[in-house]
């Protein structure tokens, strides 16, 4: 059987190097560098000839450098005559423009995922994807995993009887049902429009909330505004001011550390699938993703299947 071979990418050494430790290898030897005009340059330092290679990275801020980097390490692999190469991907960024919201722009998700394909992946692992549908553009095998039973095995314990999951807008309606189901909680729906990258508005909450403990859940926090216009519409209906939030991607930019100390959070849990920003400050509980993701590369590398682990249901 062809080695496992586990390259990280510099999105998320961390959780890179965890993964590593659950399925016993190191990872291979690679070095990033840049030439002195700002160009990457990357070497795989050991031999990777007819490996199982498994190139884990973030498409995390700062985006298109960690997606020039997917990008060139694959085609370094395949060069090196890898046998096969899967991209391990915690966080897919640029799956939000999933369509065109006005004309004369691009469906970004669906160039990455051609880019992606084109330089050789083969089969792609990834977690919590923004919508379902992006995985329809790709053509490789795509094996989609979800944090949320991770997520809600590690809020349960800290819910009141009367809780209610908060779905932060009409996209994560889906999502909020997931958790409502495995907590046995009824859900409520925020309606939120888009005013901007960095500002939403919110009118009206769907469900009740008067009295409970609202918990509100979504793939990622950006800028922290639709959390924080979730939170405002929700506590303005009554809901009572000890907000916990699960989140799979916390990615935390611009002003989201100050949105969230803004409200009355009692706990933010989120996964690494990537690593809190250096100037975030604030509590988070950060459940692990390392363990899952080194059982589905264990199992795609014995060729057995992933149904039990994907965690939809
Ligand atoms: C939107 O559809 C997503 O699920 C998130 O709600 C959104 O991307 C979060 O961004 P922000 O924190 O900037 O509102």
Do not use: W
């Amino acid at each position: 059987m062809a080695k496992l071979t586990l390259i990280a990418g510099s999105a998320n050494p961390r959780l890179a190097e965890a993964v590593a430790r659950h399925l016993g290898i190191e990872t291979a030897a690679v070095e990033i560098g840049r030439f002195p005009d700002g160009e990457l340059h990357i070497t795989i330092q050991q031999s990777i000839r007819g490996d199982d290679v498994f190139v884990m990275q973030s498409v995390s801020p700062p985006v298109d450098l960690h997606l020039i980097e997917l990008l060139f390490i694959a085609d370094a692999c395949r060069r090196a005559g890898a046998g096969r190469i899967t991209a391990v991907l915690p966080y897919l960024g640029y799956a939000r423009q999933d369509r065109r919201a006005s004309g004369r722009e691009p469906i970004s998700a669906r160039l990455v995922a051609d880019a992606i394909q084109l330089v050789g992946y083969q089969r792609i692992v990834t977690i919590d994807l923004h919508a379902p549908a992006v995985e329809g553009f790709f053509t490789v095998a795509t094996e989609i995993l979800s944090a949320v039973p991770l997520l809600a095995g590690a809020i349960q314990p800290l819910l009141p009887p009367d809780a209610v999951i908060i779905a932060p807008d009409l996209g994560a309606v889906k999502l909020a049902d997931r958790y409502a189901r495995r907590l046995g909680l009824p859900v409520a729906i925020v309606h939120k429009e888009r005013l901007s990258g960095e500002m939403v508005t919110a009118s009206r909450v769907t469900g009740d909330v008067r009295g409970r403990v609202p918990v509100i859940v979504d793939d990622m926090i950006t800028t922290g505004a639709t959390i924080e216009a979730a939170a405002r519409t929700v506590l303005a209906a009554g809901a009572h001011p000890a907000i916990i939030i699960a989140v799979t991607h916390p990615l935390l930019v611009g002003p989201a550390a100050a949105r969230l100390d803004g409200l009355p959070v009692r706990r933010l849990v989120v996964t690494d699938s990537v690593p809190l920003p250096s100037d975030f400050h604030g509590p988070a509980d950060v459940v692990s993703l390392a363990p899952l993701l080194a059982a589905a590369i264990k199992r795609l590398h014995d060729q057995r299947s992933l149904a039990d682990l994907r965690g939809y249901r």
